[in-house]
């Protein structure tokens, strides 16, 4: 199974500041990744598919990039209902895999 | 408004089935792959298990192989999990999430998913 390696494991922001999450794949999965945001007691959200395509509706200030094993989510500048835990899960093979997640909180 | 809508968790003992649905509308759902993913509490995502658009071809998480069927009715826009012998360790929230048509985004994973139902195994 390909494993995926979030970090940090959380990170505290201030609003406006720039923030990235980093992933890392065990094994080469092309382009294949998504990124989630998942608020409390809310279903996961798609926000960035194939590394770095932005889902209709997402605000710009989240952008995806990387490919074959190193990738990265960014958020340009931090607002308050940023607030959630963002995953990677690749797609390349079965079984699709999640990282562990990384929990965003507001200074 | 395209939308999924999960059903069937509750409460049930060590070694007990339940059977889960989810109800699908505002798309085309036999062009869909569909899948089960599931959050135990306070903890990450785990997909459980796939089923292909037609139904003909299924995958399953090592963790529930054996023990859980998924299964489709394309009539009526619904894919369901069979879980039978369950554990304490199949507590967790259920969600449907579709795969996105491959004809609109080639290979692609989970672009929407249900609200989730819960499911407490225990005695």
């Known amino acids: 199974d390909i494993q995926m390696t979030q970090s940090p494991s959380s990170l505290s922001a201030s609003v406006g500041d720039r923030v990235t999450i980093s992933c890392q794949a065990s094994q080469d999965i092309r382009k294949y990744l998504n990124w989630f945001q998942q608020k409390p007691g809310k279903a996961p959200k798609l926000l960035i598919y194939?590394?770095?395509n932005l889902e209709t509706g997402v605000p710009l200030r989240f952008s995806g990039s990387g490919s074959v094993t190193d990738f990265t989510l960014s958020i340009s500048s931090v607002q308050p209902e940023d607030i959630a835990t963002y995953y990677c899960q690749q797609y390349e093979t079965l079984p699709r895999t999640f990282g562990q997640g990384t929990k965003l909180e507001i200074k | 408004e395209v939308q999924l809508v999960e059903s069937g968790g509750g409460l049930v003992q060590p070694g007990g089935s339940l059977r889960l649905s989810c109800a699908a509308s505002?798309?085309?759902?036999?062009?869909?792959?569909m899948n089960w993913v599931r959050q135990a509490p306070g903890k990450g995502l785990e997909w459980v298990s796939y089923?292909?658009?037609?139904?003909?071809?299924?995958h399953y998480a090592d963790s529930v192989k054996g023990r859980f069927t998924i299964s489709r009715d394309n009539s009526k826009n619904s894919i369901y999990l069979q879980m039978n012998s369950l554990s304490v360790e199949d507590t967790a929230v259920y969600y449907c999430?579709?795969?996105?048509?491959?004809?609109?985004?080639?290979?692609?994973?989970?672009?929407?998913w249900g609200q989730g139902t819960t499911v407490t195994v225990s005695s």
């Open positions: 505002g798309f085309i759902f036999s062009g869909h792959e």
């Open positions: 999430a579709r795969d996105p048509s491959p004809m609109v985004r080639g290979r692609g994973a989970f672009d929407v």
């Open positions: 089923i292909s658009a037609s139904g003909e071809t299924t």
């Open positions: 194939d590394a770095s």
